[in-house]
């Protein structure tokens, strides 16, 4: 039975209505012991898929879900954020947005007692949950293209103030990254909020001349000059200011004790992918998997919470890797995923066509890789932010996948793109030539309720390609 | 989404009910007249073919919403809709809602009464055949709200009420055993309705102290009331209780129920707002033949300041009517109910 | 002679054209090359991107070195598909979006000792020779560019870019004089995206009803908001980097002021901003734009094509027309 006094059934993907059926079997002790804040009245956070469905994630019904204890507690959770954010500001936290910089600022944040750090970008798959143009149309009339990044629901949402509440403080990250969300950030800005702006710095590999004691060379062999990580450690300390002052605490070993958490998230999370992606069947659905790598950004705002919730899931991967059981079938064709995509239904589709998900790159590798914690934190935080995916060139970026594919474990990768996206306009070719050993199919994702039978089609040929390659 | 009002809306209704329910104040506090039956007639759709047809029903209810832009749809036709599908016959009238002819238990044994499938029996089908087709075509922009009779109703719509009655106080047993099955079916129905896209509220009228006494509410309706509820919040909902008639009498056990909010029909608001409304969100309570009967102009004058007390709740206020709106309630009275909220509701 | 290609106009030419090659800022706009440029880079990328990848890639024997900036993601990222495709030397300088000017000069000094090596040529010793060779050649756009916004207007802004296009190409030898033509109609202010080389047309279209007497357009006078009064390399860095500040700068403020100030100055009754197709950084403040102007506004959107000429005519002229009412 375990210590959660529930027993898992036999792992597979459940519609909504199975897991209704099955959340019948969940008695109201195990409900009510999984808490956010701390707070018994209103931070219960697991229900089943239907109650979130009810308040408007409508793609739930389409969707299927693990049947976990540990998936529904971390869907539970997950959905429950906007929430959790509204609560946070009424037991008087102070509700910090950390904008695109993806995981780095939010452990700088989350030093501080009672803040709690948010990534509005996140929004990003609310159209797509709850299958619905609210947001993007907002976005539209407050003057965001129609070909830009998803993300623009965000400037609907500061709008609105009906996702999260206000902000205390914004900190907005812009320079050698997404164009798309830089002007995002500052269209929100000329809403009128309170921003401090901070630099992201190019990773620059040496020139020939360059003498190599001037760069710093990160675990995965890039290379960028020391003097980024200056500017970065600058721009770390104003934040630490600003912390300080909007908080009046100011004490070092916080930071390091908030960096030890981080970690503590990041290797759960790299233990977790080990053990699903070197597993012969696969445990855990893509979907989910996703979605706990974005979780490594700010642990969806509460991370001590969001720590318990890995420890589970990884509780519950390990026993079906040891069992050998899983989502899908031994013969399932493992691929990699470049890019997130902002419709969660395609994680599902590319799954029941027989394709694996073994191998991301979900724009977040800064919030993937370890925290230094032997250094001094400032330069440790610019050195993990330094091997951000999107700061390099895009040689760097697909390296990982580059690599899986010389080794065998990928047999085709999928790009998910957005028509306009500043970085997919000019990525996706020059990927698609780089990885030309294996089959690549780049995609755009279309808005909500656009997925056509054009994209099912393409997909179900990709898929095609990939089981004829294997003959 | 603009008429009648001079400040622009932002939010949409389910947003704006999203923020309700998790205690934050919205741009203005909700608006949800008990728009029912009345609207088959802003539909100009004959009745029988509202509450017998689900897709009927849901497109009426859209049009309704069209026409008076107020913050939810509401499925409900009348409250024997449970009894029914557990045997209680009803007659169909061109003209009217749903009466009930043969109670199920004036023929039959308790023990042999039909448990309904909802997917199936009777009109439970309908209903939530109604809120999947609402759900989809407009369930991202308003929230589908569904009335369910609670236990207590449904128990009197299986029996004589007469003899109902009686059997409260000669035959305590008996009652329990009939609530204990209206609940179990009630449960059922729920469930469906949650994974059809709606959230249940639960209503409550012959509870109401127009019909029992106060005693007879704290035994047999309050504790099934509050099993219903506790089911409900397994789902984490936030339950809206509506016992339309007298109520002042009970005010103070309505909190016992569990339900986040209380709409309330016949009872002094301002007593209401003292009595409950750092324990429950209130909802209500413009009176259903002043909506009915009264000018625009009068509705405008007496919404205004039912409105501007409401929104003193501390923990909440949805500005509703008493009870459903009659059905044949002029468009224009509605319409003078809603644009007058929308002039005085904003936080 | 060699070139130096480069993109943005925080990149001193100065530094460039002391390595002995000549700077030449990627500015084409050539249909054909977007459409060649589709092989590299997909349809919606940024139209000047595409044609210039294409345009590099056609005559990647004539560059010696290329330098881009991250002012532009789209831009930057058009160096890794160049350095895939060519062989030329690519340096690719950090732009802060923020205003933090230590960035921009480190990067300077990373530039200057990359093409040092490069050349093989010591360049600060060249420097002061290049500041006085280029102010001069600004000075005189300057005059140009006084005449453009006098009252009355007798440069047309069409005829100054193409005088203009000398500079960007380097060509500082034979920069044209440009002929006086008097036009009292409606004054215009010009913001948004680059124009090419081949966007002459399209001016002289703009020109039929209206007179642009000033702009903030790469690639037509926003070079000559240089303006190096030390003829150092710390000159050259304060001019370039207090230069009025790219639209993509963070926060935007003071580009608005910029352009406000400019509207004013000039008598501007009227804007016309102009977006290339997925230029995000115009795109998204159209809105802003319009609130902030205080001026009737024409939004144009192009992808430097021919397309839809008529349909521009005619929304011109209506444009003229209110202006002049």
């Known amino acids: ?471 | 989404m603009n008429k009648g009002n001079s400040k622009r809306e932002i939010l949409t209704p389910r947003e704006r009910f999203g923020l309700l329910v998790i205690d934050e104040k919205p741009d203005r506090c909700n608006i949800i007249p008990l728009v029912t039956s009345h609207a088959a007639y802003v539909a100009k759709m004959p009745l029988k073919r509202y509450y017998t047809h689900g897709k009927s029903m849901a497109q009426a209810q859209i049009a309704a919403l069209e026409e008076y832009q107020y913050d939810a749809l509401g499925f409900f036709s009348e409250v024997g809709i449970i009894a029914e599908a557990m045997g209680s016959e009803f007659e169909y009238p061109d003209d009217d809602l749903p009466v009930i002819k043969t109670p199920v238990l004036t023929k039959q044994r308790l023990a042999n009464i039909n448990i309904p499938d909802p997917r199936h029996d009777k009109r439970l089908p309908i209903y939530l055949e109604a809120i999947e087709y609402a759900y989809a075509t407009i369930g991202d922009k308003v929230p589908i709200l569904a009335y369910v009779p609670a236990p207590f109703t449904t128990g009197m719509m299986l029996s004589d009420p007469n003899k109902f009655l009686i059997q409260t106080i000669k035959q305590p047993g008996t009652i329990f055993e009939i609530l204990e099955i209206s609940l179990k079916v009630t449960i059922e129905f729920c469930y469906h309705i949650i994974n059809a896209g709606g959230l249940p509220i639960i209503v409550d009228p012959l509870a109401s102290s127009s019909v029992i006494s106060p005693r007879a509410y704290k035994t047999f309706a309050l504790p099934y009331e509050q099993k219903l509820i506790d089911f409900l919040h397994r789902y984490d909902l936030d339950i809206i209780l509506h016992i339309c008639g007298e109520t002042e009498p009970i005010l103070d056990l309505l909190p016992d129920t569990g339900a986040d909010l209380i709409s309330l029909d016949k009872v002094d608001i301002s007593l209401a707002l003292d009595r409950l409304s750092n324990k429950m969100r209130i909802v209500g309570n413009f009176s259903t033949s002043a909506i009915a009967f009264s000018s625009p102009n009068e509705i405008r004058k007496k919404v205004r300041e039912m409105v501007k007390k409401g929104m003193l709740s501390s923990k909440g206020y949805i500005a509703s009517t008493g009870c459903e709106v009659p059905i044949r309630t002029p468009i224009e009275n509605v319409k003078a109910f809603i644009n007058a909220t929308k002039e005085v509701a904003w936080y | 002679m060699e070139l130096i290609g480069y993109t943005c106009p925080y990149i001193p030419v100065e530094i460039l054209s002391a390595t002995g090659f000549r700077p030449y800022c990627l500015l084409h706009g050539d249909y054909d090359l977007m459409q060649h440029g589709t092989q590299y880079a997909r349809i919606d990328a940024c139209p000047l991107v595409r044609a210039n990848i294409a345009y590099v890639i056609e005559n990647k024997s004539n560059f010696a070195a290329l330098v881009g900036t991250t002012g532009c993601d789209m831009s930057r990222r058009m160096f890794d598909i160049l350095g895939e495709h060519t062989r030329i030397p690519c340096y690719l300088m950090h732009q802060p979006r923020t205003y933090n000017q230590k960035i921009h000069d480190d990067e300077i000094d990373y530039l200057i000792d990359s093409l040092s090596h490069l050349s093989k040529r010591n360049i600060m010793d060249a420097l002061t020779h290049e500041i006085d060779k280029w102010e001069a050649t600004r000075n005189v756009f300057r005059k140009y560019d006084r005449a453009r916004h006098g009252e009355p207007s007798t440069v047309s802004s069409s005829d100054f870019q193409k005088a203009a296009t000398h500079y960007y190409k380097g060509e500082l030898d034979t920069i044209p004089d440009i002929a006086k033509k008097l036009s009292n109609k409606p004054r215009v202010y010009l913001v948004g995206s680059e124009v090419s080389y081949e966007s002459r047309e399209f001016l002289e279209l703009l020109e039929v009803d209206l007179r642009i007497v000033g702009d903030f357009v790469c690639g037509i006078s926003t070079f000559l908001n240089i303006s190096i009064a030390e003829r150092t390399l710390s000159g050259i860095k304060n001019a370039y980097h207090n230069q009025p500040p790219c639209i993509y700068r963070r926060p935007n403020k003071a580009f608005y002021e910029h352009i406000v100030k400019q509207i004013a100055e000039r008598k501007c009754i009227g804007v016309i901003a102009f977006t290339l197709d997925y230029c995000d950084a115009y795109e998204f403040e159209l809105k802003k734009m319009e609130n902030t102007f205080g001026l009737p506004l024409l939004r144009i959107r192009n992808d430097y094509s021919s397309q839809k000429t008529s349909q521009l005519k005619t929304r011109i002229a209506a444009f003229g027309e209110m202006l002049c009412s």
Not at chain 1, 51 to 64: D, I, N, P, S, V
Not at chain 1, 123 to 132: A, Q, R, V
Request: net charge neutral; aromatic share 12%; with cysteine.
């Open chain 1, 1 to 471: 039975m375990g210590k959660y006094m529930y027993r898992d059934p036999e792992p597979k993907k459940i519609t909504l209505d199975e897991w209704s059926m099955q959340f019948r079997n969940i008695d109201n002790k195990t409900i009510k012991k999984f808490i956010y804040y701390n707070n018994h009245d209103w931070g219960i956070y697991l229900q089943p898929p239907a109650t979130f469905m009810l308040y408007g994630a409508r793609e739930l019904k389409r969707l299927r879900l693990d049947n976990s204890l540990a998936a529904l507690r971390m869907w539970g959770f997950v959905f429950n954020e906007s929430e959790r954010l509204f609560r946070a500001r009424q037991s008087c936290k102070k509700v910090i947005a950390t904008m695109g910089d993806l995981g780095t600022i939010s452990i700088i944040v989350m030093a501080f007692p009672n803040c709690v750090p948010f990534y509005p970008e996140c929004i990003w798959w609310t159209p797509f949950f709850n299958e619905s143009t609210v947001l993007l149309d907002m976005a539209s009339e407050l003057g965001a293209p129609e070909a830009a990044c998803f993300s623009r629901a965000a400037l609907a949402a500061f709008f609105k103030k009906a996702y999260f509440p206000k902000a205390d403080y914004i900190f907005a990250s812009t320079g050698a990254t997404c164009d798309d969300y830089s002007c995002i950030m500052q269209s929100i800005e000329h809403l009128g909020y309170d921003f401090m702006w901070l630099e992201v710095p190019l990773r620059r590999s040496p020139a020939r001349h360059d003498t190599m004691n001037s760069y710093v060379t990160t675990k995965n062999g890039s290379r960028y000059p020391r003097r980024f990580e200056e500017y970065l450690i600058h721009d770390y300390i104003r934040v630490w200011e600003k912390m300080v002052e909007l908080t009046g605490i100011d004490d070092m070993d916080l930071l390091t004790a908030s960096i030890t958490k981080a970690n503590r998230v990041r290797n759960l999370v790299e233990k977790i992918k080990r053990a699903t992606n070197q597993a012969t069947i696969a445990p855990f659905p893509a979907l989910e998997l996703m979605t706990i790598e974005f979780g490594n950004l700010y642990g969806y705002a509460d991370m001590d919470e969001w720590i318990r919730i890995l420890e589970m899931i990884h509780d519950t991967i390990e026993s079906r890797v040891q069992e050998k059981k899983g989502v899908m079938t031994e013969d399932a064709i493992p691929i990699a995923w470049v890019n997130p995509t902002a419709d969660p239904y395609l994680l599902n589709y590319v799954e029941d066509l027989g394709l694996r998900v073994v191998e991301t790159e979900y724009v977040i590798n800064q919030a993937i890789v370890g925290i230094d914690e032997q250094m001094e934190p400032f330069r440790a935080l610019a050195q993990s932010f330094m091997q951000a995916s999107l700061i390099g060139s895009t040689a760097q970026r697909i390296s990982s996948i580059n690599k899986a594919m010389r080794k065998g474990r990928i047999e085709g990768i999928l790009i998910t793109n957005m028509l306009g996206g500043s970085h997919c306009a000019m990525e996706t070719k020059l990927m698609e030539r780089l990885l030309k050993d294996k089959p690549v199919l780049a995609i755009d994702v279309p808005a909500p309720f656009g997925i056509t039978e054009q994209i099912k089609t393409r997909l179900q040929a990709f898929a095609e390609v990939l089981h004829e390659q294997r003959k």
